[in-house]
């Protein structure tokens, strides 16, 4: 079975400035998904960021980028310029590419606390 | 529906009080799935329906969570005789086909047993 860690149960960074949250992964899938997302106080998940395992370059979106480390199962979001709006917990998950319609197995999550 | 739609928001149930959860998924998605998540924790898988077929209900704690998706849309997720360790945030996600790169969450009903 597959799962999913992330170490910092609590993270704060200073608007404006750069913040790196922490996930690692144990599988022995060598296809897989993973995936950061974010849970606002509306409990609503917003993916926030996706990466193939096959890939080996890492995912980007606007200020958020990722550094995959396959042989490590190492999993990092970077949020740059963060914003108020960035705060919220955030999830890393993992999904099989070898089973059909698989399930996305979750970390315990990381609140972000973003100061002004 | 623009987005997952789950109802009621908030649930208040007293123990033993049987309890029934709806899902709308986004139009047309095959996929459909259920979680819970306990406070302060991640989300855990409770069942997978692909269309009105439940193929995985590996993750149902107990032989009084249910999960029905008679017309492949809609879907319920009912416990019986709840308990205290039932409160918790459930979330239901769709995606449009079965090799998904994408899932949609709804709001969550947030269940609290008393």
């Known amino acids: 079975a597959q799962t999913v860690t992330q170490s910092q149960p609590e993270m704060s960074v200073q608007e404006a400035e750069t913040v790196t949250l922490s996930c690692t992964y144990d599988?022995?899938?060598?296809?897989?998904?993973l995936f950061w997302y974010k849970q606002p106080p509306s409990r609503q998940m917003i993916l926030v960021i996706r990466?193939?395992?096959?890939?080996?370059q890492n995912a980007t979106e606007n200020r958020f980028s990722v550094n995959f480390q396959k042989a490590a199962k190492s999993f990092s979001l970077k949020i740059s310029d963060s914003q108020l709006g960035d705060a919220a917990m955030y999830f890393c998950?993992?999904?099989?590419?070898?089973?059909?319609?698989?399930?996305?197995?979750f970390g315990e999550g990381t609140q972000l606390t973003v100061n002004p | 529906g623009a987005g997952v739609s789950q109802s009621p928001r908030y649930k208040v149930a007293k123990r033993g009080q049987d309890v029934a959860l709806r899902c709308d998924p986004i139009?047309?998605?095959?996929?459909l799935f259920w979680y819970q998540q306990a406070l302060g924790q991640g989300p855990e898988f409770l069942t997978y329906?692909?269309?009105?077929?439940?193929?995985?209900k590996s993750g149902l704690p107990s032989d009084r969570f249910f999960a029905e998706r008679p017309e492949g849309s809609v879907s319920t997720l009912k416990i019986q005789r709840t308990q205290q360790e039932d409160s918790a945030v459930y979330l239901c996600?769709?995606?449009?086909?079965?090799?998904?790169?994408?899932?949609?969450f709804g709001q969550g009903t947030r269940l609290t047993v008393v």
């Open positions: 998950a993992y999904r099989s590419e070898e089973t059909s319609g698989s399930r996305l197995t």
């Open positions: 990466q193939e395992a096959y890939k080996q």
């Open positions: 599988t022995s899938e060598s296809d897989y998904y």
């Open positions: 996600a769709s995606s449009r086909g079965v090799e998904w790169t994408e899932a949609f």
């Open positions: 139009s047309g998605h095959v996929s």
């Open positions: 329906f692909q269309n009105e077929a439940q193929l995985d």
